[in-house]
């Protein structure tokens, strides 16, 4: 079955930097598009970064410039490199994978900038 496992949030000052790693099983890594979303404390989810199976990259408004989304299809694992973190860049980060119609999401890392 499908699984995604998150890592590498924490808490961190403004300005720093953290790199977020989701490792991925169950399924054909490599053929699939792969999401980075957010979730803050009383709003909806929203998409942070996306890369499909080609490597073509997407970002909200919001993190453009300041994150990265790259994936290693020899380990199966995408990531997320925050640089520049804002306290407004708190929330609860989930990888995703859609597939055949569906998303499956990783339990989420909690990200806190502090200001």
């Known amino acids: 079955q499908v699984q995604l496992v998150e890592s590498g949030g924490g808490l961190v000052q403004a300005g720093g930097s953290l790199t977020l790693s989701c490792a991925a099983s169950?399924?054909?890594?490599?053929?699939?598009?792969m999401g980075w979303y957010r979730q803050a404390p009383g709003k909806q989810r929203e998409l942070v970064a996306f890369i499909t199976n080609n490597d073509r990259t997407t970002y909200s408004d919001s993190v453009k410039g300041r994150f990265t989304i790259s994936r290693d299809n020899a380990k199966n694992t995408v990531y997320l490199q925050m640089n520049s973190l804002k306290p407004e860049d708190t929330g609860v980060y989930y990888c995703?994978?859609?597939?055949?119609?569906?998303?499956?999401w990783g339990q989420g890392t909690q990200v806190t900038v502090s200001s």
């Open positions: 995703n994978a859609p597939r055949l119609g569906r998303d499956y």
């Open positions: 169950g399924f054909i890594f490599r053929s699939n598009a």
